[in-house]
């Protein structure tokens, strides 16, 4: 845990199912997706974090019409998940019907998960906690 | 402070991280600009210009704006040129030499300015820059892409770069699944509906209608503008901005100069520039983009002026939502309140603040580095009283907005007719 942390470990972790997030070392900001210098204080003194899993749902969308690589995955979810450490990731969100989306609520509870993609990628995710 | 700065590099490393903390409102310029003037604008047809090429377009725009309106190619002394992706587009990197070179304006000093969807602005910014420093009397200022030589998927593909390829394009989110997740954002919060957004497509559709240079000229009904074709829910097909060919020039030059092009030169008196992070989540408001507000608010500062100030607005409405939000990111409405004002008719073409009078990126089209000089040109035409059967009623002064990718830049600049 006390290697710095890099972009390439970041995806590594999550494509082996075990995400982490950045801390700021000065701070204690937990940031995710990686960035080079802490929101909120400047510094580029980074380390691992483990986080708890849990978040809720800020906003979302179902993409119809998708990238090649995706294509065969469409209609999927897109969303925007704020984690009970106070940053916030964008990830895959399962365990709704993408036909459905008027039934999806913002707010709600949500648990990490993972999903592993027709493209062979595993994708950051969450469901419904 | 600056002699401190200077004699004690230890204060440089305490001054970067007390700006790094400080807000962006504490360092806005407030420079006046006193001395840019468009004097000529242009653009090409957009559309899916099928046999025309990328310098060819270039060319029509830069000759529209130079010679057919009177200015000499060779009092031109620098040239600044918004393109987005012409090396996935069009195999072609280094375009701003060739595309001089082909336009007959070989020699000058030529740079690409590269912003995504805001090139065009970033372009015109450089220039405004250069003509308020002194340094030259008269530039050109050009955007142009050519996106319908390539497939679709490939145009989609190229526009993807645009977002950060790491952390979003990565699980599959697209552009208009960015623009999707504002407008749930926007829905959840402030009720707006599927159908207000419809209905600035119609709006986009109608001006368009009577622009012969828009790549859609027809009107459609809120009943087809609401076919639930989805491309990113809660976005349709007619939520969307179309893949464009085309190409938008502008001269700029000095009060001096100006004279001698003409009696009725527009004065660009506020510009703003601001960046936000690329990703989506890492914006702590989706109903709103940072970088809309930020620039908006320093063109006004250093204009002097107010949103009630300006008679209409050109904004980037890549998707219909953004129209919505950039309508309160500019100040012309309350947060929230954008969608009532499309409802209500307030941004139509004959409404108190009329919003892309000549039909808008859904409707005229959206050659990504063209967009922001074509936004330039549409403010000009307006203001200079040449807009035929888009012209607004009320033209003395106006704002633009432009903004790349995710909204991770935006440009704003305010223009004024020089006799007001």
Redesign the interface.
């Known amino acids: 845990m006390s290697e710095k942390p890099t972009?390439d470990a970041y995806?590594k972790n999550i494509e082996e199912g075990h995400f982490r997030a950045y801390k700021c070392v000065d701070c204690g900001m937990i940031i995710a997706?990686?960035?080079g210098?802490c929101?909120g204080?400047?510094s580029s003194n980074m380390t691992w974090a483990e986080v708890s899993g849990k978040g809720k749902l800020?906003?979302?969308?179902?993409?119809?019409?998708?990238?090649?690589q995706?294509a065969e995955?469409a209609?999927?979810y897109?969303?925007?998940?704020e984690l009970a450490e106070g940053t916030?990731?964008?990830?895959?969100l399962l365990g709704f019907d993408p036909m459905k989306?008027e039934e999806v609520k913002?707010g709600i509870s949500l648990q990490l998960d993972y999903e592993k993609?027709k493209s062979g990628?595993t994708?950051?995710a969450f469901r419904p906690a | 402070m600056v002699t401190f700065i200077n004699n004690a590099p230890f204060i440089i490393v305490f001054i970067a991280v007390f700006m790094a903390r400080a807000t962006v409102e504490e360092v806005d310029s407030t420079l006046p600009l006193t001395n840019t003037n468009i004097v000529s604008a242009a653009q090409t047809k957009f559309g899916a210009l099928q046999g025309v090429t990328l310098r060819e377009m270039f060319s029509e725009a830069v000759d529209k704006a130079t010679i057919h309106a009177g200015i000499p190619k060779k009092d031109i002394q620098a040239a600044f040129i918004g393109s987005f992706i012409p090396e996935m587009l069009v195999h072609q990197g280094h375009t701003a030499p060739l595309l001089l070179d082909f336009a007959g304006l070989k020699g000058l000093p030529a740079t690409r300015h590269e912003d995504a969807c805001a090139s065009g602005a970033t372009a015109l910014r450089a220039a405004i820059m250069a003509i308020e420093s002194g340094f030259y009397d008269t530039v050109l200022v050009a955007g142009v892409e050519k996106m319908t030589s390539v497939s679709t998927n490939k145009a989609t593909e190229a526009l993807a770069a645009a977002a950060d390829d790491q952390f979003e394009s990565s699980i599959g989110l697209t552009f208009p699944g960015v623009f999707g997740i504002a407008a749930v954002a926007h829905m959840q919060k402030y009720g707006t509906t599927e159908e207000d957004m419809a209905l600035v497509s119609v709006k986009a559709h109608k001006n368009a209608a009577t622009n012969p240079l828009a790549q859609f000229q027809k009107e459609i009904t809120l009943e087809k503008a609401m076919t639930p074709r989805y491309v990113a829910w809660p976005l349709k097909l007619f939520d969307c901005s179309p893949i464009s060919d085309g190409a938008a020039a502008l001269v700029l030059t000095s009060n001096e100069k100006a004279k001698q092009y003409t009696d009725l030169p527009v004065k660009i008196i506020g510009t703003g520039q601001a960046s936000a992070s690329m990703n989506l989540c890492d914006r702590s408001d989706l109903t709103s983009f940072s970088a809309s507000v930020d620039a908006s608010r320093q063109a006004y500062k250093m204009a002097g002026l107010e949103p009630k100030d300006m008679d209409f607005a050109v904004v980037h409405d890549c998707f219909t939502i953004a129209e919505i939000i950039a309508s309160e990111d500019i100040g012309f409405f309350k947060p929230g309140e954008g969608a009532k004002a499309v409802r209500d008719g307030i941004t139509a073409l004959d409404g108190d603040k009329p919003i892309n009078p000549m039909g808008g990126l859904k409707a005229v089209g959206h050659p990504v580095g063209a967009t922001g000089v074509k936004q330039a040109v549409v403010v000009y035409r307006e203001l200079i009283g040449d807009a035929g059967p888009n012209q607004v009623a009320n033209n003395d002064t106006a704002i633009m907005h432009n903004f790349g990718g995710t909204g991770a830049t935006c440009v704003v600049n305010i223009m004024r007719r020089a006799d007001i």
């Open positions: 972009i995806l997706p990686p960035s210098s929101y204080c400047g800020v906003s979302f969308t179902v993409i119809h019409v998708a990238p090649d995706f995955e209609p999927y897109v969303a925007i998940v916030r990731v964008s990830a895959r989306p913002l993609g990628a994708y950051l």
